[in-house]
């Protein structure tokens, strides 16, 4: 491809654009219903922005690896662990920090495994480490294997995968007490170290699910190469072009290869349910062709029609700095949570506090007329705003963080 498509910056930028709005809200007790995650089984919108990303960055590694292959195998695997490194421990040291917390009303250090709970801990595990893991070895798969053997090889993993699931699990195997990969977190990880959310250590970024999601940024990789060829499908299924327009070829594939993968995911979900927390095979054909035919509306409206407007512009400062915005966006609530603001009295006659962010959702946001969804949904875009303002910043001053 001569041009690099603008449309693919847009698309990354808006996936970490709505990665922030949903990790943000008022409070997590009044959220839109599109703006939550799936109970367990299916899908809801929210469901789609993390694998959005990980297809994002596999198809940002479409443009790297013919350049890492040229400069030969020291350079790809020292750019390839340094990277998988980095960004690993930036989402470690995101669940660690700030490193201290209030406790009997002065500054604690948190430790690694609570002194007083041996089943309290430090997260291990997280989204960032999620990227990180399926960066590395996707990135092993797309600069050894050609395009086609890549397709070949995603499947296995993801038949393997439902394998596992069937044959290791217990009961009901795609169920939260069933799944088999819990038992291999906590055999590696120890239950200090797990996601508690559920209500019981269960890791939605756990390790076994970390395979389908491999296959979800060689997916990103394979579409970003069929991008860069503009359509030219001989390395799928056939040799004839489709047309001399190259955005014709293009679109068409993409159009039809996204409808395919929906046809399969929606047929698989039957024998194996669609399904974030587990990663499920057919969670990431679902999620790969919402996102193939996700980026092709793109293109024909940004490239194809010359859309490119406030909107554009909006999500594409997202994308110039995605991880350091992703980051500073977990770094601020944090950071302001440790400053206390006086706000009343409790039953016991004890001084309670309030943190700099809450007071404003609580005297700001949540006071706007309506249902309580809609104080906590604008406190969402408040935030999002400030955000997309540090972005537009760098931007102008061409700053962008890399690692």
């Not at 395919?260 to 062709?289: D, E, M, R």
């Not at 980051?327 to 206390?340: D, H």
Request: aromatic residues 18%; proline residues 6%; hydrophobic residues 50%.
């Amino acid at each position: 491809m001569k041009q690099r498509y603008y449309s693919l910056d847009v698309f990354r930028g808006a996936t970490v654009a709505l990665m922030i709005m949903v990790n943000n809200p008022g409070t997590w007790s009044h959220m839109f219903a599109p703006l939550k995650h799936a109970p367990w089984h299916g899908c809801t919108p929210t469901d789609l922005v993390f694998p959005f990303f990980l297809f994002a960055v596999g198809n940002a590694m479409s443009f790297v690896i013919p350049r890492l292959q040229e400069a030969g195998d020291q350079i790809f695997w020292k750019k390839v662990i340094k990277r998988t490194v980095l960004i690993f421990l930036i989402g470690l040291g995101l669940n660690w920090f700030p490193f201290v917390q209030w406790s009997d009303g002065a500054l604690q250090f948190r430790e690694w495994v609570s002194s007083t709970d041996p089943d309290r801990g430090v997260r291990i595990l997280g989204v960032l480490q999620r990227i990180a893991i399926a960066y590395f070895f996707a990135s092993i798969l797309a600069y050894y294997f050609k395009p086609k053997s890549l397709i070949y090889i995603s499947a296995v993993i993801l038949f393997g995968y439902w394998g596992l699931c069937a044959l290791l699990g217990t009961g009901d195997p795609y169920s939260l007490e069933g799944w088999f990969g819990t038992a291999v977190d906590k055999q590696i990880l120890s239950e200090a170290h797990m996601y508690k959310g559920e209500g019981v250590p269960f890791d939605p970024e756990g390790l076994m699910s970390a395979l389908p999601a491999v296959v979800q940024v060689v997916f990103g990789y394979l579409a970003g190469v069929f991008i860069k060829k503009q359509g030219q499908v001989d390395w799928l299924w056939t040799k004839v072009p489709l047309s001399n327009e190259p955005h014709f070829k293009l679109l068409s594939g993409m159009f039809v290869t996204g409808f395919i993968l929906l046809v399969l995911a929606w047929t698989w979900s039957l024998g194996f349910p669609i399904n974030k927390k587990i990663w499920t095979s057919s969670y990431v054909l679902y999620t790969t062709g919402l996102g193939i035919l996700t980026i092709g509306t793109m293109i024909w409206y940004i490239e194809v029609q010359g859309v490119k407007n406030w909107v554009t512009k909006f999500f594409d400062v997202f994308g110039k700095n995605p991880l350091f915005i992703f980051v500073l966006s977990g770094l601020l609530p944090k950071s302001l949570g440790l400053i206390r603001i006086p706000n009343g009295i409790n039953e016991s006659g004890e001084e309670i506090y309030t943190t700099p962010l809450s007071w404003f959702y609580n005297h700001v946001c949540a006071q706007l007329p309506g249902p309580p969804e809609i104080g906590s949904f604008a406190y969402s875009l408040c935030f999002l705003g400030f955000m997309w303002a540090i972005c537009y910043w760098l931007d102008q001053k061409k700053i962008y963080v890399k690692v």
